[in-house]
């Protein structure tokens, strides 16, 4: 019960009481979508671009780290999306946003603040190493998946949807901060101590800043859609996941106990906002993905509480 009150719940507390500003009208939609803005297009791209920056990349970007966590993120893609067409009827389109869903948890706005109450801010290498790939790695993934769903039958070359693809990564915030911090790590580009400590600051306001505006969007997100479809996504992102890192972590690759904690941690987290901006991207399983989203991150007070009971 210590991590429980300790560890998860202030976390929920700073996101329930953006929540409770929005519901009650202190705050109205276009404030909240203002803020989410600096922090998902600003502040949280900082701190990603010193994170990376700064990295051992030697020691953080290791490939039983990735394979541990990507394996089951992929593997609850697969379920989610083949549940969502053969069980559930849905359309092509619909099945890869359902899937996506499934394999983008929110591995930043409650992933690492979680693991920084849990075990502490130097705990956090491998998780920037994990965020590091996995708005690049998913979002081309997912991108590809829906780009050769909608262009069967239109005659698409693979050329006009490797272009699509390019041209999805490389107007996303995360992945530009991300991108400009390997730059400047593996160019050995020194970083001034005024300007380290100026992106510091405006990236030090980027996580209470998202986990508040997150409760402020999730007022929208009225529960809707297939509620079994939901149960599914939930279940995927929530226990597949992470029991999947887990058992790979700990069987297969024998990750060192940090790599572990980051892992599983940021594998059990509830479905994040992109699952929402892909789907409204592509105007297709917006209701599923919003009320995945609403349920998910509910119910992961329960079941990261149970993860960090196993955890070493």
């Not at 603040?113 to 081309?140: C, F, K, Q, W």
């Not at 970083?191 to 409760?215: C, D, K, Q």
Request: glycine fraction near 10%; include cysteine; proline fraction near 5%.
């Amino acid at each position: 019960m210590q991590a429980l009150f300790q560890v998860i719940l202030p976390v929920f507390l700073v996101l329930g009481a953006g929540y409770l500003t929005v519901w009650r009208g202190y705050l109205d939609g276009t404030a909240i979508d203002a803020l989410m803005t600096f922090a998902q297009g600003i502040a949280v791209p900082c701190l990603l671009f010193l994170g990376v920056a700064q990295m051992d990349l030697g020691q953080a970007i290791t490939a039983p780290l990735f394979l541990s966590f990507f394996t089951g993120a992929l593997v609850a893609f697969i379920l989610g999306g083949l549940a969502a067409y053969f069980i559930f009827g849905r359309p092509g389109p619909d099945c890869v946003a359902i899937g996506f869903a499934c394999l983008f948890s929110n591995t930043l706005l409650l992933g690492v603040p979680i693991t920084e109450r849990a075990y502490g801010a130097d705990a956090l290498t491998a998780n920037y190493a994990l965020i590091a790939m996995h708005s690049p790695v998913m979002y081309a993934f997912g991108i590809t998946a829906m780009e050769v769903v909608k262009s069967r039958g239109h005659g698409l070359s693979p050329l006009a949807v490797l272009s699509r693809i390019l041209s999805g990564l490389i107007r996303n915030p995360l992945v530009i901060g991300i991108t400009a911090g390997f730059a400047v790590n593996l160019s050995g580009l020194p970083l001034t101590e005024p300007v380290t400590a100026a992106v510091r600051m405006i990236g030090s306001a980027g996580l209470p800043a998202a986990l508040f505006g997150l409760g402020g969007v999730l007022v929208r997100y009225r529960p809707d859609g297939d509620l079994r479809i939901v149960a599914m996504i939930v279940a995927l992102s929530l226990i597949l996941h992470p029991a999947m890192t887990l058992w790979l972590g700990t069987r297969g690759f024998s990750l060192s106990v940090p790599e572990l904690r980051s892992a599983t941690l940021t594998a059990a987290m509830a479905p994040g906002i992109n699952a929402y901006l892909f789907a409204n991207m592509y105007g297709v399983g917006k209701r599923v993905a919003a009320t995945s989203i609403l349920y998910g991150t509910a119910l992961s007070i329960l079941t990261v509480w149970f993860w960090l009971q196993l955890l070493p």
